[in-house]
């Protein structure tokens, strides 16, 4: 559990420029953490930009097939964006290993780290899906379970669309023990969805108060401009992400968060990073409001 005494004087955050490359898709997830680090070095919040050594292959197989995971980092298997670049290959040690840092240093720290990256929870055992490769929450789960940095583990998934390759794993692993998992994707698409939905985050939290630590997917593609998602406002998922960390903070639950969707675009079919920028930029904003501040 959070160590109440600990003060931080700034948000740590996992990056490295090993972790970007272009999507060749319409998602621009393997893109996002360069420009939204960029974004939250601007805006006023305090940042520690800590570098990310790559995870082992070893650690990614014990969420999927080895087989898949080798297939896929060799070229001889398409990612989740449906190409088999090489270059994509490469981030993908980067972008679970800053999970797995996030989540290992809020425990530590008994408040809070972040790991600026997309592109997990549609990644099943053996298969690439919907613009996911390998599993971050899964990985990190298994990571933090084999080497004893936790035993019980929650994940708040946040993400507009239903986690279900997260689920398929936990179901393959036999975790359901160890790991209390909410994808509000299951359940939560309308904007009268709204107040039912900040409910249910408060009964979520209670439930899992006993984790050692909880994996916070802060989706930006519930916002309703987002031609993949569609029912919260900009203030509303403000409001959702204070609501989460208030509430960690409050039962003293150290949160590994990370980013999840979001697909808007210019009229020329162009990201539109502005809109995506200033939604991940909020949830760094109610997380140093809530958590540190």
Known sequence: MSNTSVQLNAIP??????????????????????????????????????????????????????????????????????????????????????MRDAAKCAIENGIVAVSPTSGFHHAHWQMASAFCTFNGLMVTTQWLLRNGHAKRIGIIDCDYHYGNGTDQIIGKLDLHQKVKHFTAGRGFHYPDDANSFYDKLYDVIHFMQDCDVILYQAGADPHIDDPLGGFLTTEQLYQRDLRVFTECRQRSIPVAWNLAGGYQQNNDGSTNWDALTEIHTNTLKACWKAMIS
């Open 13 to 98: 955050v996992f990056f490295t420029p090993k972790m970007v490359a272009p999507s060749l898709s319409f998602s621009p997830s393997s893109a996002k953490p360069e420009k939204v680090v960029a974004a939250w070095q601007d805006s006023g919040i305090p940042v520690e930009i800590i570098d990310v050594p790559p995870i082992k292959v070893e650690d990614l197989c014990r969420a999927h097939d080895e087989g898949f995971v080798r297939g896929v980092l060799s070229g001889k298997l398409e990612n989740g964006f449906e190409n088999r670049s090489l270059d994509i290959a490469k981030t993908l040690l980067y972008t679970n290993g800053s």
